[in-house]
């Protein structure tokens, strides 16, 4: 049963171009939640996406970025027009409900943008 | 305020030691989930250990355990018997509610184990 995968582990963009993160989640798993880490800090919320839905996007910077989990396929979380202050590390998780349970999420290994 | 908060950037322990982690936290919720995560240098997130606030006992899992103080919201991770191999970024986590899909992190303690 493979894990939450996550491509390309590495992704460099010149400042201006799009960026897009895939993320397909734990085989039976419905929920899917990506998280940035920028370098020194701990992982921040971004947005929680159900099948065709987006739940919670709270955590997305209001421009450029979006996300989507089509019916079929994996989740992209996209980046438009990238500048510096997106290289980050992009963490996605998976549940089968819409909470964490006691081992909280299974990560993906994550994507780590560079921007150039 | 910071809701988890994590005054240590950087820890020193020699091999075969015991070593803690500190983690303090902030929440109104009488509900909650606390978790540490390690990051090694390969950049993966793996989940070590988690506790409730409602257990009553501190969680252990080998090596790991987690001494919770409900009082003074703290939650720090003990190492025992410290190995190269536990050199990492160690991140606490909390969820609050019960049935929340968020975790909220720290900043992180990097751990380094001197041979």
């Known amino acids: 049963n493979a894990g939450v995968m996550q491509n390309p582990r590495h992704l460099v963009r010149r400042r201006g171009q799009e960026a897009r993160l895939r993320c397909s989640p734990m085989?039976?798993?419905?929920?899917v939640y990506w998280y940035r880490q920028l370098p020194e800090e701990g992982l921040k919320f971004m947005v929680y996406l159900q099948k065709e839905n987006i739940i919670d996007e709270s955590g997305m910077p209001k421009e450029r970025f979006s996300a989507e989990f089509p019916k079929e396929g994996p989740s992209i979380l996209r980046i438009q027009q990238v500048v510096r202050g997106d290289s980050a590390a992009y963490f996605c998780?998976?549940?089968?409900?819409?909470?964490?349970?006691?081992?909280?999420?299974?990560f993906g290994s994550g994507t780590r943008l560079t921007v150039v | 305020a910071q809701k988890i908060t994590q005054t240590q950037p950087g820890m020193f322990v020699q091999e075969k030691e015991a070593v803690t982690l500190d983690c303090t936290y902030d929440t109104s919720d009488p509900s909650y989930g606390l978790f540490w995560y390690k990051q090694p240098s390969s950049g993966e997130m793996i989940f070590l250990i988690y506790?409730?606030?409602?257990?009553?006992q501190n969680a252990t899992e080998g090596r790991y355990s987690l001494n919770f103080q409900k009082a003074r919201k703290s939650a720090n991770l003990v190492i025992s018997a410290s190995q190269l191999g536990d050199s990492a970024m160690y991140f606490c986590?909390?969820?609050?509610?019960?049935?929340?899909?968020?975790?909220?992190f720290g900043s992180g303690t990097r751990l380094l184990v001197r041979p």
């Open positions: 085989k039976g798993h419905s929920h």
């Open positions: 998780a998976s549940t089968q409900w819409d909470s964490t349970t006691n081992y909280g999420y299974t």
């Open positions: 506790q409730g606030s409602y257990d009553q």
């Open positions: 986590a909390m969820r609050e509610g019960d049935s929340s899909y968020k975790l909220i």
